[in-house]
């Protein structure tokens, strides 16, 4: 018998497209969130030099390496022009799942809940359930074919129990990027009931048709109620280092550290050299590979023109409607699968209001050449 606190949690449908996929080249590997664009030299670099050194095959220090932790407010300051202090507000993880999970840990108590969008990664929904908060969903609603918060039910969604709001910027899946307005909305109803925002920050310089970036902790007020989470593996195509990291306020920051240090107690020594290095580096690549997901996003759209797809703003996937062809994400994901050679992720537990609607494309790992016969594989399938 399971115990509670997994009640309710499916398992994870990636891995099993991913295994049904097996290794067959001719198929599109568009379920999971990798990508084949290399990381920056120099974060190889650092990494071959790090192994063997005795001072990265340590747990000390707990908390990360001063090293890391200073490039890493070196990093956010030029994000969000505040300072972080690199010994009290600074904290790496094992990539920032774990930071948002001893995030969750830090500031909730069972029963309190937690406010996300509908859709958004299942990683973050029921980390929010494994913490034994409760999540509550605001939809993404589609407006002159952009993604939109629902800004009435979102302040609809507040209630005594509320603790935090736990945001990605982009979004994942549905690629949706917040505009100023939402984000207001988001400042304002922290501040006024002194609720945390946990802020995936992965993607949030993954940002197309000539978007930039509004970082929440640089608005009015929001440095003291923002917690971000960060890391190294999507902008920096780094997903294998396992490096991640969570800064805020000092005071939940040493709460957050007590979390990560009974929760992982260390994170990957010879990874963090790596990670250091990548955001020093002002060769990192980061703009030139959002040019090229941006050119493979674009591809999709042109592909799919004749399906109901939503537009990524940002990110590395996007959402196809399969509803309206009159299937269920997982009858779409294995016709796509089967008969078109394309691996998809159904969203059935991604979200309340959208979710069963759609399948997830990734378009961050195959060449825009491999994408350019999508219309013909999807004509297969449909």
Same mark, same amino acid.
């Given at each position: ?151 009435? *039910? /979102? &302040?609809? #969604?507040? $209630?005594?129990? !509320?603790? @935090?709001?736990? +945001? ?109 290095? *990548? /955001? &020093?580096? #002002?060769? $990192?690549?980061? !703009?030139? @590979?959002?040019? +090229? ?90």
């Amino acid at each position: 018998m399971s115990v509670r606190r997994l009640e309710g949690i499916p398992g994870f449908s990636i891995d099993r497209v991913a295994a049904a996929a097996g290794s067959d080249p001719e198929i599109l590997r568009m379920e999971n969130l990798d990508t084949d664009l290399l990381p920056p030299q120099s974060a190889i670099k650092a990494t071959r030099a790090a192994i063997g050194r005795d001072d990265d095959n340590s747990y000390l220090p707990f908390t990360g390496t001063l090293d890391l932790r200073s490039a890493v407010s070196e990093h956010l300051k030029k994000l969000t022009k505040l300072e972080y202090d690199p010994n009290s507000q600074i904290v790496i993880t094992c990539g920032g799942t774990e930071g948002m999970f001893d995030a969750l840990l830090a500031t909730t108590d069972p029963g309190d809940e937690v406010v996300l969008t509908d859709p958004t990664y299942a990683g973050m929904i029921y980390r929010v359930q494994l913490a034994g908060a409760v999540p509550r969903l605001v939809p993404f609603v589609i407006r002159e074919n952009q993604w939109r918060l629902d800004l009435n *039910a /979102l &302040r609809a #969604s507040i $209630n005594k129990r !509320t603790r @935090a709001l736990f +945001i990605m910027n982009p979004s994942m899946p549905s690629g949706a990027v917040l505009n100023q307005t939402e984000w207001k909305a988001i400042a304002d109803i922290c501040q006024h009931n002194s609720f945390w925002l946990i802020y995936n920050a992965a993607m949030e310089r993954i940002l197309f048709d000539q978007r930039t970036l509004i970082h929440p902790a640089s608005l009015d007020g929001m440095a003291e109620r923002t917690i971000i989470v960060g890391s190294v593996s999507k902008e920096y195509r780094m997903i294998g280092w396992r490096v991640g990291w969570v800064a805020g306020p000092k005071e939940i920051m040493a709460d957050i550290a007590k979390v990560h240090i009974y929760n992982v107690v260390a994170p990957t020594g010879i990874s963090q050299a790596g990670a250091a290095a *990548a /955001l &020093r580096d #002002s060769n $990192n690549g980061v !703009t030139e @590979a959002v040019n +090229i997901w941006e050119q493979r996003r674009d591809v999709l759209l042109e592909q799919l023109h004749n399906y109901s797809v939503i537009p990524a703003a940002g990110g590395w996937s996007l959402l196809l409607n399969v509803k309206e062809i009159g299937l269920t994400s997982f009858e779409a994901s294995k016709s796509l699968l089967e008969k078109g050679k394309i691996a998809a992720t159904p969203m059935r537990d991604w979200g309340k209001v959208n979710s069963d609607q759609f399948v997830r494309l990734v378009f961050s790992n195959e060449p825009a050449k491999r994408l350019a016969d999508l219309k013909a594989r999807f004509t297969r399938v449909f």
